[in-house]
Nanobody
Framework: QVQLVESGGGLVQAGGSLRLSCEAS????????MAWYRQAPGKQRELVAG???????TYADSVKGRFAISRDDAKNTVYLQMNSLKPEDTATYYC?????????WGQGTQVTVSS
């Protein structure tokens, strides 16, 4: 069983930056997909960014040019660099990993952007 441990969330002023980290508790050997989702109260969970095993990336239109996802397979970790944060980025952010035919989720970390 894989546990995903997230860190880096918090309160930040609009225009500021945060870097989220998500580390797997066990080796995941170039997991097929590592991704970040977010969910605001009353809204559906949405994909923010994803990165495949060959480091191809995809981003939600709302974060393109501001966020950057990366992965370090040696550390079993995925990152989300969040720049130029806006109040509408406020949400609970969830790490997601697809590995060995399983889909694993982190516990969620809160990101709050003040105006």
């Amino acid at each position: 069983q894989v546990q995903l441990v997230e860190s880096g969330g918090g309160l930040v002023q609009a225009g500021g930056s945060l870097r989220l980290s998500c580390e797997a508790s066990r080796p995941i050997y170039r997991a097929n997909v590592m991704a970040w989702y977010r969910q605001a109260p009353g809204k559906q969970r949405e994909l923010v960014a994803g990165v495949t095993s060959d480091k191809s990336t995809t981003y939600a239109d709302s974060v393109k040019g501001r966020f950057a996802i990366s992965r370090d397979d040696a550390k079993n970790t995925v990152y989300l660099q969040m720049n130029s944060l806006k109040p509408e980025d406020t949400a609970t952010y969830y790490c997601n990993v697809i590995y060995n035919n399983g889909k694993y989720w982190g516990q969620g970390t809160q990101v709050t952007v003040s105006s």
